[in-house]
């Protein structure tokens, strides 16, 4: 089971407690009355989706009911580390593709069911 650390409880729970809540430091137009369609668009649906580093926010919905930030990396699926919301973006880099073993669903959670 996926452990991911909640900045606010301090401590590491289940990933069952927590729901993605999509890309973090997306910035709302100052005054969205006034932008175009294509402005929008950009803001509200156009996300980057990149393969590998991710910084999205978090919430722990069957915790504190907080949300966080947390820098993830999309091939591993492993948490580099979560942040409080307001906290600055990390200065973090992307790593260069590797060959490790990526674990599955179906190689931690199989026999669980
Ligand atoms: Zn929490």
New binding site residues.
């Given amino acids: 089971m996926l452990l991911i650390y ?4 301090q ?1 590491e ?1 289940s990933e069952l ?1 927590f729901r993605n809540a999509g890309d973090a430091h997306i910035v709302r137009p100052a005054n969205i009355a006034a932008i175009s369609d294509e402005e929008f668009e950009e803001f509200f649906f156009l996300r980057d989706n990149p393969k590998g580093l991710i910084f999205e926010r978090w919430r ?1 919905m069957h ?4 949300f ?1 930030n947390a820098a993830r990396d999309t091939v591993s699926d492993k948490f580099l580390m979560t942040y409080k919301a307001g906290e600055p973006k990390p200065d973090l880099h992307p790593t260069p593709a590797t060959s490790a073993t990526v674990e599955t669903y179906e190689a931690t959670e199989g026999d669980a069911r």
């Fill in positions: 909640c900045p606010y409880c401590e729970r407690e722990h915790g504190c009911g907080r966080f």
